[in-house]
């Protein structure tokens, strides 16, 4: 398998990382980035450990190698700019590059960008969308995928196994769901960082110094997520093993219900779904 990254920034560095540790079958994986600066920075931290895979490593400024174009093996070309420039990237890109996204297999990982858009600005209908999220970085996240019907059942394996390279994978059978993966898992980073600040925040209001209050709630956070991983329990019972009667964690929970806590989360995600398909008109 071939594997074109068309920009060079942190979710590609990411999958790019994760793909020269796995067990993906790649030959040559080739970077475009239009910074001189991150492409250095990918060849430094990428091109020798590559090699040890027996992988070719090439970056470029703008274009794909000549014969790429017309390589009639696996490839697949991975859409990692952002979605605002996402068609000029398309449909400016040099004429081999130009002429690789007309005939490989593409993997978007924009947020908004539709299936039926990207088409139109590649002429190819060969599209998967994925929704990865931040933890990427640390080959802990979680990718949202779809698939239209332009991509085989192998097709749609090789998808799976390249965002296997930074975490676990689900997939959905409506494109619309793709804006609700968004909302939750994709945004979903920025909400346990301002649940966490919230609570060290209050820690500190409550007497603790910064740094006590900010340690007590991280760790409390990977515990409860560890044990939840590791118990067959579902949430709802951990929740009530925690929460005795007339406690503290009552009286807490009590006023979280009270203050409308689990209203708050959906309309949070319903602002962030609304965005991602306004996201989708807005460039298409």
Not at 49 to 65: L, M, N, V, W, Y
Not at 252 to 272: P, W
């Amino acid at each position: 398998m071939d594997l074109c990254f068309v920009g060079g920034g942190n979710m590609a560095a990411a999958l790019i990382g994760g793909l020269i540790d796995g067990n993906v079958p790649i030959t040559r994986l080739h970077v475009i980035e239009p910074q001189s600066a991150a492409q250095e920075m990918l060849k430094n931290k990428f091109l020798v450990q590559a090699e040890k895979r027996g992988i070719q490593f090439t970056t470029h400024s703008a274009d794909a190698p000549d014969s790429w174009a017309t390589n009639s093996g696996s490839v697949w070309v991975v859409l990692a700019v952002k979605p605002q420039q996402m068609r000029e990237a398309c449909e400016k890109a040099p004429i081999n590059l130009r002429a690789l996204l007309a005939r490989a297999s593409l993997l978007s990982v924009a947020a908004g960008m539709s299936i039926d858009a990207i088409s139109s600005w590649c002429g190819n209908a060969q599209i998967v969308r994925a929704m990865p999220n931040t933890p990427a970085l640390v080959q802990q996240g979680i990718t949202g995928l779809f698939a239209n019907k332009a991509i085989s059942k192998e097709k749609r394996h090789q998808a799976d196994q390249l965002m296997h390279a930074v975490g676990q994978t689900v997939w959905v059978e409506d494109e619309s769901l793709m804006d609700a993966v968004t909302a939750l898992s994709g945004s979903g980073p920025a909400y346990v960082f301002l649940f966490i600040e919230a609570l060290s925040q209050a820690g500190v209001r409550l007497g603790l110094n910064p740094r006590q209050s900010e340690i007590l709630a991280i760790e409390t956070l990977q515990g409860a997520l560890a044990l939840l991983k590791a118990s067959p329990e579902g949430l709802t019972q951990l929740r009530e093993k925690v929460t005795s009667k007339g406690g503290t964690t009552a009286a807490a929970l009590a006023s979280l219900d009270q203050a409308g806590f689990m209203k708050i989360i959906e309309e949070a995600m319903k602002a962030a779904r609304d965005r991602g398909a306004e996201m989708s008109r807005e460039y298409r």
